[in-house]
């Protein structure tokens, strides 16, 4: 069997609430975090954690900025860059800044939102050219130039499970009118809003059908990115979020399995009180699981055991303490949901530059360590 073989039948087998042969793993990484391991690893410019750490699970982004534009560079100096990208979003990086800052938004009004013409998802250059976009190019780092999704896949695709992905409803809305003028918007006129939801809903579904077409059969599953939530709940309510977004993921989550691929939501904060709702629209696994938020995989194991899959958890404060005895503790604690399936190891969030480089590889080695033995 393929070395991407095993690690695919690993992920799905713990997808699928059955104990694969060792505990899966994947991450996401800061740029800041790959910068420092280049320096303190020794290792060159062509540094891959996920090959470095023989991760399972590699997650790659296509285009899903509404016109395909790319990115344009208003103001690039060593202080301050400033982009326009085709979200119609104005967005500054400076050095200080953890994350983007957003300036302003072309799309503000319901007029303006009634305007709004998406490109076609399945536009070819969303896949098959390397034109910068939005979420590939702004995060916490200004890269442009990256190579395109196919390549992206393809790069990865012999020695690891690769999933692709697509926003849901409020990752996608937030970008394309202010994160604030979203709950604006809800007071003002919610059968307006519904209306551009359903809009947004099939342009998204487009995103899935059209990666999964470029992709060709080299993909395993799809994140559907979602933060619906904050560490002390939902941004909005249950009943708000099943009314709007609800029956568009359902879509979204279709669009999906009908290509025989896995579903794994990506929802920062604590959204439990929409876990039921999760796993009656298709959501196979659960990611990233915050600690900060009161999150328990353990615990969440008990209640969703062979109905929902957990990807994360493993809690980065404990990470960025750099404290052997601590990471220990956190790690092995996690591990018990690992028994039978169902639990994928990885930050509940993101592993940020303040974690030492050794430290994470004390966490693999020590997740490596525990394969075939009981964690009690």
């Not at 916490?140 to 790069?155: K, M, T, Y």
């Not at 604590?270 to 699981?289: C, K, Q, S, W």
Request: a negative charge; glycine letters at 8%; charged letters at 30%.
């Amino acid at each position: 069997m393929s070395t991407a073989r095993k690690k695919t039948d690993r992920v799905l087998k713990a997808l699928a609430h059955q104990e694969p042969d060792r505990v899966p793993m994947g991450e996401f990484f800061w740029t800041n975090f790959i910068r420092r391991c280049k320096k303190e690893l020794g290792v060159g410019d062509d540094f891959d954690p996920y090959r470095y750490w023989d991760l399972d699970l590699v997650v790659v982004n296509p285009n899903m900025d509404p016109r395909v534009t790319g990115i344009e560079v208003l103001e690039d100096t060593d202080e301050r860059k400033l982009v326009r990208t085709g979200y119609g979003a104005t967005i500054e990086r400076r050095g200080t800044y953890p994350m983007p800052h957003y300036v302003a938004f072309e799309t503000e009004t319901y007029d303006q939102m009634d305007a709004l013409r998406f490109d076609s998802p399945r536009d070819r250059r969303r896949y098959r050219e390397a034109i910068d976009d939005q979420i590939n190019a702004v995060g916490d780092e200004l890269n442009l130039g990256l190579p395109s999704f196919v390549d992206r896949v393809n790069a990865y695709a012999d020695d690891f499970c690769v999933f692709g992905s697509v926003c849901e409803i409020q990752e996608q809305l937030w970008r394309i009118v202010g994160p604030e003028n979203v709950y604006f918007k809800l007071a003002e006129d919610p059968r307006r809003l519904e209306w551009f939801v359903s809009r947004l809903g099939d342009f998204l579904v487009g995103i899935v059908e059209g990666q999964i077409e470029a992709a060709g059969d080299r993909l395993s599953g799809l994140y559907v990115w979602g933060d619906v939530a904050c560490t002390n709940g939902m941004l909005l309510s249950p009943d708000l979020w099943r009314r709007l977004h609800k029956p568009q993921l359902k879509r979204i989550c279709a669009a999906i399995h009908r290509a025989g691929l896995k579903v794994v939501y990506h929802g920062c904060g604590n959204a439990t009180r929409v876990f039921e709702d999760l796993i009656a629209v298709g959501v196979d696994g659960y990611n990233p699981l915050e600690a900060k938020a009161g999150l328990d995989v353990v615990e969440l194991k008990k209640q969703y055991a062979g109905r929902l899959a957990f990807v994360g958890n493993i809690n980065v404060q404990v990470l960025e303490t750099n404290d052997r005895d601590r990471v220990r503790a956190e790690v092995l604690h996690k591990l018990r949901a690992a028994k039978g399936g169902g639990y994928i190891v990885q930050s509940d969030h993101s592993v940020p530059s303040n974690v030492d480089p050794a430290t994470y590889d004390y966490l693999v080695r020590l997740v490596r360590e525990q394969d075939g033995k009981a964690v009690t």
